[in-house]
């Protein structure tokens, strides 16, 4: 069974601080890593991806991947209290015979004014 | 229109009841899901078409089932559910299978089984 795994939360954070949310995946396989933001009664919008091992930096987000680790995270420089919602990790994995992405239940993030 | 759109947003429907939920992409893309989002729970995959072939069906109940028309569209045709069939349906859209890209969702359509 393939999985990936995130904190639920919520993860409090005081406006203006680097919020870090986590997330670890089984299938060493795995290529593609994605980070989703999804608004209460919205749907999931893509925020960020990432390929390669290191730090991806895109405005006040960063991606970071350690394959060896099996971990990807997300961080928010500055937080908002607009950045509140929540956080899905998703990571593509083989399986039957196809790529599939393989979600995490999500961490809310709660951005304190 | 742009992106992908879902109608309705909002669907009320008894057990006896017959609906159907609909998907439009206008990105050009090749590949349409369909999933199922419960509260505290992971996306649940549900349905996979590739240029309107069916490559996935995870083991969804019969009362649920898809059609894919063309590449631009995609129906959920909803008979006798249950009220645990209640929850968030999302489509979605990627340029191939496995969502190199990663995937854009429609607005969802939110699901009460009475």
């Known amino acids: 069974q393939k999985e990936v795994e995130q904190n639920s939360g919520p993860l409090s954070v005081p406006e203006g601080a680097i919020a870090s949310l986590n997330c670890t995946y089984s299938d060493r396989g795995s290529q593609s890593f994605f980070w989703y933001r999804q608004y209460s009664g919205k749907s999931p919008e893509l925020i960020m991806f990432?390929?390669s091992n290191g730090d991806k930096e895109d405005g006040r987000f960063t991606a970071q991947l350690n394959k060896a680790s099996q971990y990807v995270s997300l961080l928010i420089r500055d937080s908002q209290p607009s950045d509140s919602a929540t956080y899905l990790c998703a990571v593509n994995s083989f399986m039957d015979s196809n790529y599939q992405l393989i979600w995490g239940a999500g961490t809310k993030l709660i951005i304190k004014p | 229109e742009t992106g992908v759109t879902q109608t309705p947003r909002h669907l009320v429907m008894g057990m006896t009841n017959k609906k159907s939920l609909k998907c439009e992409q206008h990105?050009?893309?090749?590949?349409m899901y369909w999933y199922k989002q419960s509260a505290k729970k992971p996306l649940e995959l549900m349905f996979v078409y590739s240029l309107e072939e069916r490559v996935e069906n995870n083991s969804v109940p019969s009362r649920f089932s898809p059609e894919c028309p063309n590449s631009s569209h995609l129906f959920l045709h909803l008979h006798t559910l249950q009220p645990e069939d209640s929850a968030l349906y999302l489509c979605a859209s990627s340029q191939e299978t496995g969502g190199d890209y990663g995937y854009t969702f429609g607005s969802g359509t939110r699901l009460t089984v009475v």
């Open positions: 990105l050009g893309h090749n590949a």
């Open positions: 990432i390929y």
